[in-house]
Structures are given as structure tokens and as C-alpha cells.
């Protein structure tokens, strides 16, 4: 031990020599010299803990590894560990420190972010590569010790997620509850542990709709029912015809007699569209009612979340299935909002791949960090369509790529006036595409291109066409009028290549 000590103080001596002018520091504190190599004590080694596994630490701090005895030079005594780690079977890794006491314990917290950075939250044991470095202090100067190289294996915290989840209940029919009745909900292709959001569109036709939700695993035993009161089993809720539109998941549901049963079904109380999303890292789950209408948001109208800029609606082919042609031009970005979404990031919809995707077709998914959507190619002219059952969406590119252009387009007929200066302009908001909010009587009224009625553009109703709110005009000089039943303000959209149109009646 004669030569040991004598080392650390040659050690001492450069540091204290180094200390020595007129950066003069307070030596109360320890100091370390960033360029000195550590040194070993003979006995003195570190050695790995037990596999952690976060889910099974309750304390604030987890045991990472333990020191040998070993016998220090006189005066001397062991501060803080810090432990170099780098993780197995990652390519191009870096090195990273988590601090430790010098009985190998270290926070839990710093320890699942260790993990988790490193590989995900996927709760699989990982094995970090680490070295363990001591300071050996004595006076207010410390020398730095390596205690030798161990691994330490962790486990993030997390729980089970299915690969993929099933909806099943009346709302499918009644008697609706068997293995072909399960519809799947949608997904991005990340891993669950990453992006553990599912989400299905759903629609009611009754009230007091009941439902629970399969896992996978069910689906693979060929009957959805296969597992239940288990972890990795059916999902429900504690209170059975529970109607919250959020809550939490369960597996299982505790009796009187403290005994654990199958979870209970939850309801949709009243008919109607619905989007449902289910949170399996936290296990809860989301119901909001849908007003199927969809606006695009971008560059096509200046990425302006202000209600003036409310003009690029999609036109509904069903409640689920929307669409919007016209040039994409510049950037060619976007992303869509509920109608009652609007403004409200979190609940944009972009790209499942959560980045900005240019490719012919993709998944949707809603969410802050989503990707743009960018048309495949910016300039031209092309539908896109949103398919929100299936969260999927696509681009088709027009075979005519010089559609007719006007320089009107405007409402004619409003209040009974058709006279030639009684065209009420609607504004052109993207190439073809057409808007205006304004007050109708009740009575008919057309469209018409260039104010007049030989300009190619004339729509109207077919002969046995009824009102609807959506849907397609007819361009011919022999269409007939758009029957406007209640008076009131509406907010009209229209498109002269597709010859789509949305009348929609604004609430006052």
C-alpha cells in the first residue's frame, strides 16, 4: 500500500500544483484535474447488481452494483460513483453517465431514461456496457478511481400492449359479439411501445350502444374471449353501461367478496358518429363525437389557424371518406381538422409516420407531432382523399391537367333575382375551388360561372334531385334550382372541376 499512497500524492501534488494561481478556486470543494487518468486499488472492483426491472422498483433509487472491501491509504475515503454506460447492439451509440451513490445506488428516473433513449419503452431487458469510476478524497482533492467494467441490465416500465386491438359491441348488430363481428382499429407501423394510440371511427345507429375491446392474442386463439381477468386479456370498463366519453381501461373488475371477475362493457349512449382512442401505455380511453366535417390546413391557405381562414373544406363522398382536388401548389403541405378541432393542434391529422411524407398513399393519425402531408407532386393537379375509417388517405393525379378556368363564379337567383347584376360572387380560396358565407331566403338559386349562362360553367339540381347538404351539381343549362328550405346563413363551398358542393348552415 507504500506505493499506492505514494502515487496519490504525486497525483495530489500535480492537482494541488495546478490549482496553485490566480484562477484560485475554494478548496472546500473537490477537485478533479479533467486530464488525469484514473487509477485502480488493488481489491477495489465493482460488481454487477441483479437485472433491474423497473416495473418491480417501488423506491426512488435502485441498486446498480456493489464495491468490494478494500483498504484505502490513510485519510482517504470514497465519494460519489458515476457509471459510463453504453448500450449493447445499438449502432453508433454514445457513451452517457448517470451519477450513483458509493453503495451502487442510483435513480430510477435515470435510469428509465437511460433505457428508454437508448431503445424505447418496449419493456425488454436491455444490457448496457458500464464502467464504474469512484473519487477517492482526502483534504478537499480528490484522485479518481476505476472500479473495473460490469453490465448492468435494465427494464423499462411499462404495460402490455397487444400488438393490435378489436372493437366489438351492438353497434356491429345485435348478437354482434362473436369472432368475425371484431373490427380492427388503426395504427401507425411504429412499435406499440412508441406510438401506443389506436384509434377507430365508428358509427351508431341507435342508442344505449354497448362494447369492449378484444386484444390480439384473443384474435389469434379464434375466440375473442379466450383470455379474460387477466393482464393480457379483454378490456373493459368497472361499471357495466358506463357512457363517459373518457376513462380508463381494465382487465379485470374486483367483487364483493374480493374475488376478480371480467371487466364490464361500456356504452355510447345516443346514435351518431364517433371516434374512439384507446392510450394503452396509460390504458384509457377517448370518445368524441364526429360532425363529419373536415378542413384543410396549409399551405394552401397560409397555415392560418384563424377562423377567416376556415375555407378549404373537404367534400364528403361518405362521412368517412372525404376528398379535396385542386393545383397543390408551392410546398404543397397539409395537414386536416375537424371542423370542431379547429385551431386545435393536438388534434390536427398529418402522417402516421410522424414525419413529413410525400408518398402516393399513408396512414393518418391524430396528433401534435404528426407529419405533413405534401402532395407527390407539387404544381399539379390532384385529388386527395382521406378514408377516416381506415385512417388511410391518397393521392390521384387528374388526367386533365388544364381544366377550364373562370374568372366568376357566383351565386344567381338569391331572393328570386336573376337579372344579370344580381350574381353574388363567391371568392376563389384555392385554384377551383370556391367560397362565401352569406344569408339565403328560402327559395331556389343556381351557380354559375363568368356571370352569365353560356360560360360553361351552369349548375344545378338534376330533375329528381332533393336537398342535401353535400354532394354533386349538375353543369347544364337544363339543371334545375338548389331549393334552400330554411332561410337563414350558411357557409357555401364549391368546386367547378369535380362539380362538388357543401352548403352548410351556420349556427346563430
Known amino acids: 500500500m507504500k506505493n499506492l499512497s505514494k502515487y496519490i500524492a504525486f497525483a495530489f501534488l500535480g492537482m494541488a500544483m495546478a490549482s496553485c494561481g490566480d484562477d484560485y478556486n475554494d478548496w472546500a470543494n473537490p477537485q478533479t484535474n479533467p486530464q488525469e487518468e484514473a487509477i485502480t486499488i488493488p481489491g477495489l472492483t465493482a460488481t454487477a447488481a441483479d ?3 423497473l416495473a418491480n422498483v417501488s423506491e426512488d433509487s435502485v441498486s446498480t452494483f456493489t464495491l468490494s472491501t478494500a483498504a484505502l491509504p490513510e485519510g482517504f475515503q470514497l465519494a460519489d460513483a458515476r457509471v459510463e454506460v453504453t448500450p449493447q447492439g445499438v449502432e453508433g ?3 452517457t453517465t448517470f451519477n450513483a451513490g458509493i453503495e451502487g445506488r442510483a435513480a430510477a428516473a435515470d435510469l428509465s431514461d437511460l433505457v428508454v433513449n437508448a431503445y424505447g419503452k418496449r419493456p425488454t431487458a436491455r ?3 458500464a464502467h464504474v469510476y469512484l473519487d477517492a478524497v482526502k483534504d478537499g482533492q480528490a484522485v479518481l478511481i476505476d472500479a473495473g467494467s460490469i453490465n448492468i441490465v435494465v427494464t423499462p416500465k411499462a404495460p402490455y400492449i ?26 401507425s407501423d411504429a412499435d406499440v411501445y412508441e406510438d401506443p394510440e389506436f384509434t377507430l371511427m365508428v358509427t351508431t345507429t341507435k342508442d344505449n350502444q354497448y362494447w369492449k375491446i378484444i386484444p390480439q392474442g384473443n384474435i389469434d386463439a379464434g375466440n375473442p374471449w379466450e383470455i379474460q381477468n387477466d393482464p393480457k386479456g379483454v378490456l373493459g370498463v368497472t361499471k357495466n ?11 379485470s373488475v374486483t367483487k364483493d367478496d374480493g374475488t376478480t371477475d371480467a371487466p364490464n362493457a361500456a356504452m355510447i349512449a345516443k346514435a351518431g358518429i364517433y371516434q374512439i382512442t384507446i392510450n394503452m401505455m396509460d390504458y384509457t380511453y377517448t370518445i368524441k363525437q364526429i360532425a363529419p366535417e373536415y378542413y384543410l390546413v396549409g399551405k394552401l391557405q ?6 377567416e381562414n376556415k375555407t378549404c373544406l373537404m367534400y364528403a363522398e361518405t362521412p368517412m371518406v372525404q376528398s379535396y382536388t385542386t393545383q397543390w401548389k408551392d410546398d404543397a403541405n397539409l395537414k386536416i381538422w375537424l371542423g370542431s378541432d379547429w385551431a386545435d393542434w393536438n388534434s390536427a391529422y398529418g402522417s402516421a409516420t410522424m414525419a413529413d411524407a410525400n408518398t402516393p398513399t399513408g396512414s393518418l393519425k391524430s396528433a401534435n407531432n404528426a407529419g405533413a402531408i405534401i402532395c407527390p407532386e407539387p404544381g399539379a393537379f390532384y385529388t386527395f382523399k382521406a378514408d377516416f375509417s381506415t385512417m388511410t388517405y391518397s393521392w390521384t393525379k387528374l388526367e386533365n391537367q388544364n381544366p377550364t378556368e373562370f374568372e366568376n363564379v357566383s351565386l344567381i337567383g338569391v331572393g328570386g333575382k336573376w337579372g344579370d347584376n344580381d350574381d353574388v360572387d363567391m371568392t376563389q380560396v384555392t385554384p377551383h375551388n370556391w367560397f362565401i358565407e352569406t344569408t339565403l331566403p328560402v327559395g331556389g338559386f343556381k351557380i354559375r360561372a363568368n356571370h352569365g349562362w353560356n360560360a360553361g360553367g351552369n349548375w344545378g339540381y338534376t330533375a329528381d334531385q332533393k336537398f342535401t347538404s353535400t354532394g354533386k351539381l349538375f353543369n347544364d343549362g337544363g339543371s334545375g334550382d338548389i331549393k334552400i328550405a330554411t332561410a337563414g346563413k350558411y357557409r357555401i363551398f364549391f368546386n367547378d372541376i369535380t362539380n362538388e358542393y357543401a352548403i352548410i348552415a351556420v349556427a346563430e
Request: hydrophobic fraction near 35%.
Open 93 to 95: 451509440a454514445t457513451k
Open 162 to 187: 397487444a400488438s393490435n386491438y378489436y372493437l366489438v359491441g351492438d353497434m356491429y348488430g345485435e348478437g354482434k359479439w362473436t369472432l368475425a363481428d371484431c373490427v380492427k382499429f388503426n395504427h
Open 51 to 53: 437485472a433491474i426491472d
Open 302 to 307: 397560409g397555415w392560418s389557424d384563424k377562423l
Open 127 to 129: 444490457t448496457f456496457d
Open 241 to 251: 353501461g358506463d357512457d363517459a366519453m373518457s376513462g380508463t381501461l381494465v382487465t
